[in-house]
Nanobody, 124 residues
Framework: QVQLVESGGGLVQAGGSLRLSCQAS????????VGWFRQAPGKEREFVAT????????VYVDSVKGRFTISRDNAKNTVYLQMNSLKPEDTALYYC?????????????????WGQGTQVTVSS
């Protein structure tokens, strides 16, 4: 069992930066791939980025490539999402999720454990 808690969201102007954190509990967290997803009002939850359990493989959705960076510190049971050059269209509730069998998967249904989300709002 893995429990996930996101933090770091907030209100920022376009062009600004935020760093989201995903704190996990559970002794096996280090063996899970971890992904970030987001959901805007009235839209489906969408994939943003994922990182392999050792951190050697990362995958990003095209819309955030070059702006967002996912990283992890397994000693701290934490995964980060550094978000730079934020745009109003990045506004959403951001979730982290853990995938026991991950190979860079991007579908919501592939991830077993989810946090409650942290709100990111980007003003124009």
């Amino acid at each position: 069992q893995v429990q996930l808690v996101e933090s770091g969201g907030g209100l920022v102007q376009a062009g600004g930066s935020l760093r989201l954190s995903c704190q996990a509990s559970g002794r096996t967290f280090g063996s899970y791939d971890v992904g970030w997803f987001r959901q805007a009002p009235g839209k489906e939850r969408e994939f943003v980025a994922t990182i392999s359990w050792r951190g050697g493989r990362t995958v990003y959705v095209d819309s955030v490539k070059g702006r967002f960076t996912i990283s992890r510190d397994n000693a701290k049971n934490t995964v980060y999402l550094q978000m730079n050059s934020l745009k109003p269209e990045d506004t959403a509730l951001y979730y982290c999720a853990a995938d026991r069998y991950g190979t860079g998967r991007q579908s919501v249904g592939d991830y077993e454990f989810w946090g409650q989300g942290t709100q990111v709002t980007v003003s124009s």
